[in-house]
């Protein structure tokens, strides 16, 4: 360093004039390599700095290239196609037992994952299956099939693409359950009183919640009508008609109604019906007494003669079937005549019904039209069931004069009748006619018939109304009582207006007869004394 420093001093010049010195000053021969050496640094240098220059160019030229594809690289990335989905979240219902599909289809995937979860449980994950429900499984891709609903699969279910948004779309499942119903109690068997109060109940369930009526079967084959609705039915005052069968039915549109039975028995003390309170026969001949019971608990019958129990024989035979019980008498002998009852007893109470068993004639029918067709008599048949011969018939009619505001009968006629001789081929039907004279035309009457045989007189028999023909009469009969009957249950305006329709007429007359006379068709038998 001393060298190149002194010779830097020394200028120029100085280095100059010693490379011309002579040879034989050696100091000056050393100067000149120095000098080379200084030379080929500074060369050197020179040529570092443009090394390093055009170095970091290069580099500088790659650096940038490296960032545009980069850049193109991004932008290559950020321009391509992204996942979406192709179908669409929807509601799904479905019955219990059926097989649903939940649609995800998907475009441009990519090397994203697409997985199905049900809340916070990974049902699939592309196509590997996590969930264990072998209920559970993909088709035609990415859809999820569900077989053998139940009720618990109920609910969201979603399908996601596994990017950093995490798009993702919902089903919602609705299931759909038919109706069930059960009675309350299980076993479906109530028991109330009469008179008291019951009340019936039953529990339905389904999805949607399920409506309930109620009927009661009527056993005829006929479509029992809806009795109330609601899960509760309430019964006032029970009477023994409402015991049976009820039925409660939910119905809620999905699959058919289902429905359960309710057996009520209501418990009361018997109650008796007879068939007929008033029996005829003959010696030698069968009868048959009838007693229909009700009771609730089933009571016990007994068959009494004249306040004295009969008991079964060869002729006497007491048989049941079901509530009708029956005491059928075969030959009958004398003694058999008089009043008979059946008793029913059971915990709640004691009822009794009385009929009578009689040889006398059975009561007059009468057979004859309303209307006659003669202007002054009318003729009457009638027949009488009797198995001895008839002895004696009376027969007894009267005018009955009304109008619109009231009516009076008058005095009855009576005609003693002796009977023909029975054919025998009807050993219990009389068939009796005879013919009434000497009456008023368009007058209306009253008839009552009685008989008598070997055992005595029956009972007086109804009343019998009838009206005689008008001279005048401008319409057929068959017609006339048509109107008359038509207006008998009219007002009595509804008859003024029939009064000016008809001027004069008589058939007026008759109509308002039938419509008073009616009401009174029993007849009074303490009134006349007979019987």
Same mark, same amino acid.
């Given at each position: 360093m001393k060298i190149i420093s002194r010779s830097i001093r020394h200028g120029s010049g100085a280095t100059s004039s010693a490379c011309s010195r002579p040879r034989n000053q050696v100091p000056l021969k050393m100067k000149c390599p120095i000098l080379i050496v200084i030379s080929l640094g500074c060369l050197l240098s020179a040529l570092c700095y443009a090394d390093a220059t055009t170095s970091n160019r290069g580099t500088n030229t790659r650096s940038l290239k490296n960032a545009q594809q980069l850049i193109a690289a991004s932008s290559t990335s950020l321009t391509a196609a992204q996942p979406r989905f192709l179908s669409r979240g929807h509601t799904y219902r479905a019955v219990v037992g059926d097989t649903l599909v939940l649609p995800c289809q998907v475009e441009n995937l990519g090397n994203f994952v697409l997985l199905w979860r049900r809340g916070t449980n990974v049902l699939t994950a592309s196509n590997i299956m996590v969930t264990r429900d072998e209920r559970v499984r993909l088709i035609d891709g990415y859809n999820l099939e569900i077989s053998d609903l139940e009720p618990q699969d109920a609910g969201d279910y979603v399908c996601q693409i596994s990017d950093k948004i995490n798009r993702d779309q919902v089903h919602t499942v609705e299931i759909l359950v038919p109706p069930s119903v059960r009675a309350i109690p299980t076993s479906g068997q109530l028991q109330a009183r009469k008179g008291g109060p019951i009340t019936l109940e039953c529990k339905g369930s389904g999805n949607p919640v399920p409506s309930i009526y109620w009927t009661k079967k009527s056993g005829t084959g006929k479509s029992p009508a809806r009795i109330g609705d609601g899960p509760i039915l309430t019964l006032d005052k029970l009477e023994r008609q409402q015991a049976g069968v009820y039925q409660c039915t939910a119905d809620n549109g999905v699959g058919d109604p289902v429905t359960v039975d309710m057996r009520l028995d209501v418990l009361y003390p018997p109650d008796i019906q007879v068939e007929k309170s008033w029996i005829h026969s003959g010696e030698g001949f069968e009868a048959k007494l009838v007693c229909i019971v009700y009771a609730d608990p089933v009571a016990t019958v007994s068959w009494y003669q004249n306040s004295f129990p009969i008991q079964t024989t060869d002729r006497r035979i007491m048989n049941t079937r079901a509530n009708r019980h029956t005491l059928t008498i075969r030959h009958i002998q004398q003694e058999d005549f008089g009043n008979y009852s059946c008793v029913a007893d059971n915990s709640l109470g004691r009822s009794r019904k009385y009929m009578e068993l009689s040889g006398r004639p059975g009561p007059a029918e009468f057979y004859s039209p309303k209307w006659g067709r003669s202007s002054d008599s009318y003729n009457l048949t009638w027949k009488i069931d009797s198995y001895p011969p008839l002895e004696e018939v009376r027969l007894l009619y009267r005018r009955v004069l009304m109008n619109d505001t009231f009516q009076q009968p008058g005095r009855w006629h009576d005609f003693i009748l002796t009977p023909e001789h029975r054919p025998a081929s009807e050993p219990l039907t009389h068939i009796m006619s005879y013919t009434i004279k000497h009456l008023h035309p368009g007058a209306y009457y009253e008839a009552?018939?009685? /008989?008598? &045989?070997?055992?005595?007189?029956?009972?007086?028999?109804?009343?019998?109304?009838?009206?005689? /023909?008008? &001279?005048?009469?401008?319409?057929?009969p068959e017609d006339a009582e048509v109107v008359a009957s038509s207006k008998s249950r009219s007002n009595s305006g509804a008859l003024s207006s029939l009064q000016n329709a008809i001027p004069h007429c008589l058939l007026l007359r008759g109509a308002l007869l039938l419509a008073f006379g009616l009401r009174n068709s029993q007849f009074d038998r303490l009134r006349f004394g007979l019987g």
């Open positions: 009552i018939v009685q /008989a008598k &045989n070997r055992y005595g007189w029956n009972e007086v028999s109804d009343i019998f109304q009838f009206i005689v /023909a008008s &001279n005048s009469m401008d319409i057929a």
